[in-house]
Each structure stands twice: as structure tokens, then as C-alpha cells.
């Protein structure tokens, strides 16, 4: 009998070009002539703001073959979309000489992403995000996932984009709730990775300016991708917890706020843990309300159904819960396995007394961060 043994490294890249140009100046360098057609998956939300315009920027460089335009909301997410997509591409005869152009937030972006890293094994995909939690967070380390059923991101792959052009005069049209989801996601890396990046979240917040947006968002992906370089997910401080929430709330509440709230309770387990000081515990939770992140959720949550889904984390193994944790700002908690595991009787304990905190429980607040 022979046992053969062998490893194939396969390298990816990317390149992100940032800018705040109307007209999209810089989208020129996004490398598009490199392929036969472009095909085109947006977001709906945008359809009546600029896809017109980022459409004529697209077919300036490219003949477009189709266009799609899909519904921004959880549900979009679901496997069944994946299907229906695949089967699209399949009719209109794309191939692994096209490009698909994925445009819009989160929602399309996971998905469209996915889709594109496994038809055909892998089709060249281009993104333009459309929210600040796309340019931030979605966009930004080739993370695909799609749902099944109330399991989030469940299915998915590492795939990066070819390019990445964030503009942010696309921004100019977000609502409040939706820059405090982006916010979440950028004040969870500067928590993890650099006292820099809440420096210039604190800059902008005082006095918004484009370039200080630029910057900020330079900075949050070069955190990001040094965090991807150590494993796929240490950069899910606060997810654990959030994700559940997400759950427990049939996503009612928006993926930002259940983690800003997750991150909180992940302080407060780690300072009973002792693994933040006290006092680094209430500066940090001070710091996230300052920053307008929500910290609170509505009384009655179940404490053991709340376990229950923390469980099915990707950071979980079977009976052991797994939570990534820091001790102090950019001081991610060092661990052999990378994640801190804790048994489900311990964690309903510690639920209890969270979701029971009159701190950091008001009622109506899941109707108060719809707006």
C-alpha cells in the first residue's frame, strides 16, 4: 500500500481603488477590457439612484450581455436565490471569459459573490459597493455566504474579488441606520486591529469630509486583511452573540446593531472572565455609545434559545461555543485555536444575567433601531 501526500497553494488578489469622483473617474483602472462581456447583478435599492449611471461606466469599457436586479433583504440570501442565479448565467451563456459585476450592499454582494466562486469553479468577479458596510466589511477579504433557512452564512467560500471600487458619493443617499450598520463593522476592526482607525471614526463622526472617509476606509482594510491572513474568521468579535440575535429576531434586527450589542456582551463575558480589566470593559462599552452604536436589546430574550443558536456558530464545535474576545484595543486574545470555548450551561448563565441587566435592556428597542 502507498500513501501519497502533497499541498497545492493557490494565491489570490485583489485591488481596491477608492475614490469620492460623481463620475466615477478612477472605475477606468478597474481592468474590465481584460474580459469578453460583463454581467451585471444589482441591488434594487439602487436601480433609481445611479445604476443608470454606473451601467453607462460599466458598457464604456465592456460590452454588458444581461442584467439583473434582486431585492436587498435577507431573504435574497437564501440558497434557493443561488440556484436561480446559477440558472440565469447558465441561460445567457456566461463563461469563464465574462465578468460578473456585483453592485450594491451586503446582501448582493455575499451572495453574488458566492455565486460567482463556485459557477464554473470560479468566474472573475468585480465589486462595487453601494453602503458603508459593503465598502467596509463585504467587499473586503473574499468572504461569500449565502442561508439556509435561519442558519446565516451557513454555505460559503473565500473568494476574492479582481477589484474592488468603492466610491463614496455613493454613500450620499444612505440613511442613518444604515451608516451606523457600516460604523459597527469598522469600530469592531479598529477595536480588534488599530487604535488609528477609532481615531479617524472619531474625526469623521465630529466633521464628515470625503477624504477623511477615504482614509478611514484604507484603514479598515488593511486591518481587515491582516486579520484574514491569521484565519477566516478572527475578525469576528461581537458575531458570536450577534449572529444569534439576528436569529432569534428573524432578522428583524439588522446585522450591525446585533453586533455593536454583541461585541458589548462579549466585553462584559470577558471581564467576568477577567480577560478585560474592568476599567478597559466600561471604557469600550463607553466608546461604542459615543460612537451612536447600539448597545442594548429587548427584554424577554431567551437566554437558552439564544444559546442554542450560538451553537450553530461557524466558530462552534458541536458542544462548545466559540467566541473571539480581546483584552484591550487592538490586543485580540491569543489562543492556540484561535477562539475562547465555552460549555452552553455556562453560557445560558451568563445570558441570564445579561438579558436581565437593566442596563442594557430597554423596551421597544428592536422598533427603535428600524429607524
Not at 175 to 204: C, M, N, P, T
Request: hydrophobic share 45%.
Amino acid at each position: 500500500m502507498t500513501i501519497l501526500s502533497d499541498a497545492i497553494t493557490e494565491t489570490q488578489e485583489v485591488r481596491f481603488i477608492l475614490d469620492a469622483d460623481e463620475e466615477f473617474a478612477l472605475f477606468e483602472k478597474a481592468g474590465l477590457s481584460a474580459y469578453r462581456r460583463a454581467v451585471v447583478v444589482a441591488d434594487s435599492g439602487i436601480e433609481a439612484l445611479f445604476l443608470e449611471r454606473v451601467i453607462s461606466r460599466i458598457s464604456d469599457q465592456i460590452p454588458i450581455a444581461a442584467t439583473r436586479v434582486i431585492l436587498a433583504v435577507e431573504d435574497s440570501k437564501d440558497i434557493s436565490h443561488v440556484v436561480a442565479l446559477v440558472q440565469w448565467l447558465t441561460k445567457i451563456k456566461a463563461t469563464r471569459a465574462d465578468v460578473v459585476i456585483a453592485v450594491g450592499g451586503g446582501v448582493v454582494l455575499d451572495v453574488v459573490s458566492f455565486v460567482a466562486s463556485v459557477f464554473m469553479r470560479g468566474i472573475p468577479l468585480v465589486m462595487i459597493p453601494t453602503t458603508l458596510i459593503g465598502q467596509a466589511d463585504a467587499s473586503t477579504a473574499g468572504k461569500t455566504c449565502v442561508n439556509v433557512g435561519k442558519d446565516k452564512n451557513i454555505v460559503g467560500s473565500l473568494y476574492l474579488p479582481k477589484t474592488v471600487y468603492s466610491n463614496v458619493s455613493l454613500l450620499r443617499t444612505t440613511s442613518a441606520h444604515s451608516w451606523r450598520q457600516g460604523f459597527s463593522e469598522i469600530v469592531k476592526y479598529g477595536l480588534l486591529g488599530s487604535a488609528r482607525l477609532l481615531d479617524l471614526v472619531k474625526e469623521y463622526l465630529a466633521l464628515p469630509r470625503d477624504p477623511i472617509l477615504i482614509t478611514l476606509l484604507e484603514e479598515t482594510i488593511r486591518v481587515r486583511l491582516s486579520l484574514r491572513k491569521i484565519h477566516p474568521l478572527v475578525s469576528n468579535f461581537g458575531h458570536t452573540f450577534g449572529h444569534a440575535i439576528e436569529k432569534y429576531t428573524c432578522f428583524e434586527v439588522a446585522h450591525g446593531d446585533a453586533i455593536a450589542v454583541g461585541m458589548v456582551m462579549a466585553l462584559e463575558f470577558s471581564a467576568q472572565k477577567g480577560i478585560v480589566a474592568p476599567e478597559t470593559k466600561s471604557r469600550l462599552i463607553t466608546l461604542l455609545k459615543n460612537y451612536g452604536l447600539n448597545t442594548l436589546v429587548e427584554p424577554g430574550v431567551s437566554a437558552e434559545k439564544l444559546t442554542e443558536y450560538m451553537l450553530t456558530d461557524k466558530k462552534s464545535s458541536g458542544n462548545r461555543i466559540g467566541l473571539v474576545l480581546i483584552e484591550d484595543i487592538a490586543k485580540p486574545l491569543q489562543l492556540e485555536g484561535f477562539f475562547y470555548e465555552v460549555n452552553p450551561e455556562e453560557m445560558v448563565v451568563f445570558c441570564e444575567w445579561f438579558l436581565n441587566n437593566p442596563h442594557y435592556t430597554r423596551l421597544g428597542r428592536w422598533k427603535e433601531l428600524l429607524a
